[in-house]
């Protein structure tokens, strides 16, 4: 029996209000010509900008791909790689959200390992150099991707979305400053929000969860069930920007040591066949699949309904787990999550492709790790649960 874990993090993290000014010194003690990744939102709000007059300050020279949506696919890591190999660059930079940085994740890899990303899907046992230095910057409060050895790429020729985790993807650097979020609309705040409850949920109820992660989730789920809304509703809101952002990467560290389990491994097929965003389709899935867990996963649901709801501690378990399902479901009608068919997938279409995307959620690994393992048949019931799923909560729950 294993009497012991492995918790692992990036070299150095900084993290709070103005946590940016250290870019420009940082990067220089690991190289001297960056690779700078981001996309062209991120170049018109001046985020970019703000990085390369720091790395100017620092006498950093640099080169920039910019050109990242919001699904990274392997077409923009070859476009990026490219860049890099020609440049010489010798460090690499993401800023921007969690597209941006798992991106830079692979070219920083690739830079120094042969292939293309598409090489890993099925193995990374060929991952034997050490990749290039990365400093990860996000702004939006969801992914977590800064501290995670993980990227997720969309393989365009085989229509999915890769998870492919190895130590080499670990940033060495992770800078998360909140004044970065400020410029996240709603919509955007909602979706990385919920992905980031995802990763605190998922990391808390898995298989390989451990105290250092159980930690990190709980005070993840407890942050962000505060304080989503505040953020969601007023973008202004610094307080709610730094508990979020925190909160992210919290949830980040919790899930890169512990694993997703049921949502992540059935919200990649969805994102990949009908390009929905990364946080929305987990949204989408969460209520559904913590239903289908709970009678597995009720004692762990009832710890977070007593954080959740300290006036309800003497409740029985199977109460506590109920009543955090139903706040979670009232959190998504309050951000406006839609389900699969409000989002505009075609139902035929759907039909065509649901038993694919349940054989694609159990490659993925993750399911695995779900407290309850579900079948092939389980999963696509559950799609087809979530394609017309009822947000709606009645709110006299809540309060008994």
């Known amino acids: 029996m294993k009497t012991y874990s492995k918790f692992s993090m990036p070299e150095s993290v900084f993290y709070g209000r103005d946590a940016l000014k250290q870019l420009g010194d940082e990067v220089a ?28 300050k620092a006498n950093v020279a640099y080169s920039s791909y910019l050109d990242v ?5 392997d077409s923009h890591v070859k476009e990026a790689l490219d860049i890099c190999i020609k440049e010489k660059c010798d460090v690499v930079i993401a800023i921007g959200g969690g597209s941006c940085i798992d991106a830079a994740k692979a070219v920083a890899v690739l830079a120094t390992n042969r292939g293309g990303i598409n090489d890993y899907l099925h193995s990374t046992s060929a991952l034997t150099k ?3 230095p990365l400093v990860t910057i996000p702004t939006t409060a969801g992914t977590g991707s800064e501290v995670t050895n993980v990227t997720v790429i969309t393989n365009t020729k085989e229509d999915i979305k890769m998870m492919i985790k190895h130590p080499a993807f670990l940033p060495k650097v992770a800078i998360v400053d909140p004044i970065l979020t400020l410029s996240t609309p709603p919509s955007v705040t909602a979706a990385t929000g919920i992905d980031a409850l995802c990763h605190a949920i998922e990391a808390y109820l898995s298989k390989r969860s451990q105290p250092l992660t159980d930690n990190l989730a709980l005070s993840a789920i407890e942050d962000i069930l505060t304080y989503i809304k505040r953020a969601y509703d007023n973008g202004e809101d610094m307080e709610a920007r730094e508990k979020m952002a925190t909160a992210s990467m919290k949830a980040g560290l919790a899930f890169t040591n512990a694993s997703v389990t049921l949502v992540h491994g059935m919200s990649r097929p969805v ?27 009720t004692e762990k649901l009832a710890v977070i309904g007593r954080l959740l709801y300290p006036e309800s501690k003497a ?19 309050e951000l406006n999550i839609p389900n699969m068919e409000k989002w505009g997938i075609d139902k035929e279409e759907f039909k065509q492709v649901v038993a694919k995307m349940a054989t694609d959620a159990l490659a993925s690994g993750s399911p695995g790790n779900n407290p309850k393992v579900p079948s092939h048949e389980e999963i696509v019931e559950l799609y087809y649960t979530c394609y017309e799923y009822d947000f709606s909560v009645n709110e006299e729950m809540l309060k008994s």
């Open 315 to 333: 409740f029985e378990d199977e109460r506590l787990a109920d009543l955090v399902i139903h706040k979670i479901k009232l959190l998504c009608s």
């Open 69 to 73: 949506n919001s699904e990274p696919t």
């Open 130 to 132: 050490e990749p290039l």
């Open 29 to 56: 003690t690991y190289g001297k010509r960056a690779l700078l990744i981001s996309d062209r939102v991120m170049e018109k709000i001046g985020h970019v900008g703000k990085c390369t007059d720091l790395l100017e």
């Open 271 to 297: 994102g990949a066949l009908f390009h929905v965003p990364h946080g929305i389709s987990n949204a989408m899935l969460l209520p559904a699949v913590l239903k289908f867990t709970k009678e597995e996963a």
